[in-house]
């Protein structure tokens, strides 16, 4: 018995070091003077400030947030409106081809839906002049139309969870179904929107081959830029980029975890509170 | 039926209201989802032209004033003729398989571990396996090719622990690739197995032992068959974008790894060949619809549960 | 929330034919599909009852009540609440609220915020929405965990809540779905009595739905005891248990012994009875007339026979066999009696003295006997 746990927790640790000595490893290599990867040079700060003073970098880094905070923004919205309509709505016309629509982006190979939403976008310039070539907006649109999926799935399951009874009793109370869904079925469901937003602004923040196909002139986002250098060798500079990335977000997990960790704690405070009572 | 006036108007604004909500996802998932695809089916039959945009239409106007259709089935047939893209397409499958494979062996012993820890650790430990992934993909490969290369830091260790007496050739092989995919997707293998491995009853196996099973034999008779829409969801998560995987190949993989993601990208950005590229699009399409329904008849059965 | 009380000494509308019902369910029907819920159902309830809805689950009970609340459109029939048919009014709109089986509070919520939510709707100004909750949760003596949020109570602090936010509006009826089953029994048999003195206070018309037998019979002035979406009978707590309407409901009330047989004799104050599973006749006090040759069904109840190791006097009514199982359940004893013909009764017999010995044991050739008017005839 003892032995098996020992195996088995010892598989463990090695998938976890598979997954993040990489990463150390990159973190690691950022300080280092030396050019070359394998020579330590000594610590040094140096590609960070290379870093800073590349405004190329800069202003694709500030393009791809603006990128993403609207994507993960649209695709929210668009996704909690499936969701509810997966959810609440039963049977309906069309159900089948809606289900597949939000199931095979999750899957569909980027190049595909890169190439398939590019063609779709010379098409409409084409017959209704919008969008005027390609920009920001049309890669906006191409990350809303994946990020949205990811969104539907993870308030679906949510919503689902979710008591009816507690969107009856509101409305048995007098509220109207508009009103239901703003005061009683939102906030409760809102972890799951919050969730699905960061996992939305994750992936287009992320996305490089999509956002290849369907970008112009003037709309460079950073993991475009990143590609481009990454494709001419190892450099130091986005070994420093990486670090940068990792630390953001090792400190939104570590308030993530905080917020989470208090959560908890009022949780089970609740659940003695409710014990005592009896 | 006779029903009075007010219910119908009632029932007529109530589907009015489930209008409103439905519409804006659904048509814009038909918009940008599926017209879209409609499309690359078109210019797939299409026929190259050096103009913007780089194809000719399929309806035109002929000399004498007639309506013309012209499909070409050439782009289909150039496929077939050409040595390069059959090849493309089986290394795809291989590698994305071997890949698949690859997740499941690493991925199932890790869930499963996860799943059997003490309930206040799982979330913890579970989060460990999915924080890489909020990290940036691209970043994360560009990683492993600082590991691998020849006077990379994997070598550099190897030769100072005299394993080895010259550097091997990693990057730039097929090893690196089915690396590269194994890394960047397990996540994705292991969070469908961890669901349904964690939900799984317990005294199941406790039945099992009761009734005279060993430990490995109950795993093999009960946990394995009742882990397998896990195992299905996981791989079909992790098979079906690697088919199409470019990044990977492209950074990790050598000029002879080929594979379709990186025969379409060249089609399309280096040869400027739309019609073609898009042709091996909908070749790609045809290989994954399968594996796809496969997908979407688990998940909406999980969604539904 | 100043009310008198309305249950008077003997309380029964349904007997004046000048009372008005408050609740007039007219032939409603609902299937789902095929399947048929609820079979055209005619029911009338009155003003400051309470009234229970019993059955098995699946029978239709709660189906009936959400269609009374608004969730369910009847497939077929009408509903009419205080005169005004009910068809085309939303649940949001109708003049009734419902306590949810799993009380449905607002986790996002305080407890007061939670009663306070359905008067909110009603556009009441904020120093009426205040003291209405104050006085709803004193009603149910939750005033002092006003601020806590629905988490930090007990299960029956949880049920108090979800009663005080529906007795806050007001309703003129209040529906309540399986409101004590989260209880655990002692808990349960606590709040029974606690949630009909609180009818009694605020005297609102409640419809409960229930599956436990006892519980209705406790709370409510009448049962509609269900089955398979018909309802069987509708009575008093002492009409359904003393004078089932058919065998279903003799036998879904308490335990009933039955004996299938056929009419031989019809006199002016009995009637006699022929089973083939019996050696004596049957001899049972009613009022009516049944034709001779008539196919009956005869019910006692066990704690209305007696047992005894000598034989009984009578010509009729009782039976000889041997005890093949004894229950002791403290206050009683429940003997069963395997007959000659293989048919088993069941008698009771409640534990007079105390620490007294079994009187009767396993394999006791024993007689069971029974007095004429504590039989009943069922034709159904």
New interface residues.
């Given amino acids: 018995m003892k032995n ?1 746990a020992l195996i ?2 010892g ?2 640790a090695l ?2 070091a ?3 000595l ?2 150390v ?2 973190v690691t ?1 950022s300080f280092n003077a030396s050019r ?3 020579v330590w040079g000594g610590f040094s700060t140096r590609w960070y400030g290379e870093l800073v003073a590349d405004q190329k970098v800069l202003d694709a880094a500030w393009l791809s947030l603006k990128v993403a905070v609207t994507s993960a923004t649209a695709a929210t ?3 909690t ?2 969701a ?3 959810v609440r ?1 039963g049977r ?1 016309r ?1 159900r089948t ?16 839906t890169g ?3 590019l ?2 976008f ?2 409409m310039e ?1 017959s209704i002049g919008w969008p005027a070539g390609r920009s920001m907006l049309t890669i906006i ?2 990350h ?2 994946f990020c ?1 999926s990811f969104v ?2 993870v308030v ?2 949510r919503l ?1 969870q979710m ?1 009816l ?2 969107e ?12 239901v869904f703003l005061v ?1 079925t939102l ?2 469901i809102a972890p799951a929107l919050a969730a699905g937003w960061l996992l939305a602004f ?1 992936l287009s ?2 996305d ?2 999509i956002s ?2 369907v970008t112009g002139p003037g709309a460079t986002t950073l ?1 475009i830029v ?2 481009s250098k ?2 001419l ?2 450099s130091p500079e ?2 420093a ?2 670090t940068v ?2 630390a953001v ?1 090792s400190i ?2 570590a308030v993530a975890g905080r917020l989470a960790h208090r959560r908890e704690r009022e ?1 089970q ?3 003695r ?3 005592e ?2 | 039926m006779n029903q009075p006036l007010g219910n119908r108007l009632s029932g007529l604004l109530r589907r009015w209201g489930r209008f409103l909500v439905g519409l804006p996802p659904y048509a814009w998932l038909v918009l940008f989802f599926l017209v879209p695809f409609l499309i690359v089916f078109k210019i797939s039959l299409s026929e190259m032209q050096a103009a913007i945009p780089p194809y000719k239409p399929l309806l035109a106007w002929a000399e004498d004033g007639v309506l013309q259709l012209r499909l070409n089935l050439g782009n289909y047939r150039y496929l077939l003729t050409d040595d390069l893209y059959a090849v493309a397409y089986l290394n795809s499958l291989k590698i994305a398989a071997i890949s698949t494979v690859g997740c499941l062996l690493i991925g199932y012993p890790m869930a499963y571990t996860i799943a059997r820890a003490p309930k206040g650790n799982r979330n913890a430990l579970l989060m460990l396996v999915v924080l890489p992934f909020w990290t940036s993909f691209l970043i994360r490969v560009y990683a492993w090719m600082g590991i691998l290369k020849s006077e990379g830091l994997l070598n550099a260790f190897l030769l100072w622990t005299g394993v080895i007496n010259e550097p091997l050739q990693i990057l730039e092989t097929d090893l690196a690739v089915y690396i590269g995919i194994v890394y960047s997707y397990l996540p994705f293998m292991v969070l469908p197995l961890y669901a349904t491995l964690e939900k799984m009853d317990l005294s199941l196996l406790e039945a099992a032992a009761d009734l005279g099973c060993r430990p490995f034999r109950a795993f093999l008779a009960v946990t394995l068959p009742l882990s397998l829409p896990g195992v299905i969801a996981g791989s079909m998560l992790v098979f079906i974008p690697a088919v199409g995987e470019f990044v990977i190949p492209d950074l990790l993989g050598g000029p002879d790894t080929l594979m379709i993601g990186k025969v379409l990208w060249a089609e399309f950005f280096d040869n400027r060949d739309w019609p073609v590229a898009s042709a091996v699009a909908v070749a790609m399409l045809v290989v994954l619809v399968a594996p796809i329904m496969v997908f979407q008849r688990y998940q909406s059965k999980a969604v539904d549960s | 929330m100043v009310h008198q009380p309305v249950r008077q000494q003997s309380f029964a509308p349904w007997n004046d034919p000048e009372a008005r019902p408050l609740i007039r369910i007219e032939g409603v029907s609902k299937s789902f599909g095929t399947f048929v819920a609820v079979d055209k159902v005619d029911l009338d309830i009155y003003p400051g009852e309470f009234f229970s809805l019993l059955g098995a689950s699946g029978c239709g009970k709660t189906t009936l009540l959400r269609m009374l609340a608004g969730f369910e459109t009847p497939s077929a029939g009408k509903i009419f609440i205080d005169g005004v048919d009910m068809a085309r009014i939303p649940p949001y709109e109708r003049p009734v609220n419902m306590m949810f089986q799993s009380y449905a509070l607002f986790p996002h919520m305080t407890v007061a915020e939670n009663v306070a939510f359905g008067l909110k709707q009603d556009g009441l100004p904020k120093p009426v929405i205040r003291d209405k909750v104050r006085a709803a949760l004193e009603l149910v003596q939750m005033g002092p965990f006003a601020q806590r949020k629905p988490a930090q109570l007990s299960g029956g602090q949880r049920q108090r809540v979800a009663l005080a936010r529906c007795l806050a509006k007001e309703p003129k009826v209040l529906l309540l779905d399986e409101p004590l089953a989260a209880l655990d029994k002692k808990l349960r048999e606590q709040t029974q009595l606690e949630l009909v003195n609180i009818q009694d206070r605020v005297g609102i018309t409640f419809v409960m739905v229930t599956h436990d037998q006892e519980e209705a019979m406790t709370m409510s002035a009448r049962i509609g005891v269900m089955r398979a979406g018909l309802i069987e009978q509708v009575g008093t707590p002492v009409e359904v248990y003393e004078y089932p309407a058919t065998s279903f409901v003799a036998d879904f009330i308490g335990t009933a012994n039955m004996f299938g047989g056929v009419v031989t004799a019809d006199a002016a104050s009995h009637v006699v009875v022929r089973s083939p599973e019996l050696e004596r006749d049957l001899s049972i006090a009613h009022s009516g007339t049944l034709p001779v040759g008539a196919p009956v069904t005869v019910m006692v109840r066990p704690e209305k026979m007696t047992l005894s190791r000598d034989e009984p006097a009578a010509d009729w009514n009782w039976v000889q066999g041997t005890v093949s199982d004894i229950a002791y359940l403290g206050d009683i004893s429940i003997y069963h009696v395997a007959l000659a013909s293989g048919r088993r009764v069941q008698v009771s017999q409640t534990n007079l003295r105390h620490g007294s010995e079994q009187r009767l044991t396993w394999d006791d050739v024993v007689y069971a006997a029974w007095h004429p008017a504590n039989a009943l005839v069922l034709t159904q």
Wanted: proline share 5%.
């Fill in positions: 098996r088995l927790y598989l463990l998938g976890y598979f997954l993040y990489p990463i490893l990159l290599y070359l990867v394998t919205l668009l996704g409106l499936a509810v309509m997966l709505f309906f069309g081809l809606f289900t597949g629509l939000i199931t095979a982006p999750l899957v569909m190979p980027e190049v595909i190439l398939a939403m063609l779709l010379v098409a084409q649109l191409a809303v139309t949205l539907t799935v679906q399951s689902a008591d009874s507690l009856e009793a509101a409305m048995d109370l007098g509220a109207r179904p508009l009103k009683i906030p409760i994750t923040i992320d490089v081959v290849a196909f993991p990143v590609f990454v494709r060798g190892v986005i070994n980029l990486a990335v990792v977000v939104g997990i949780r405070d609740s659940q509170l409710a014990a009572q009896g």
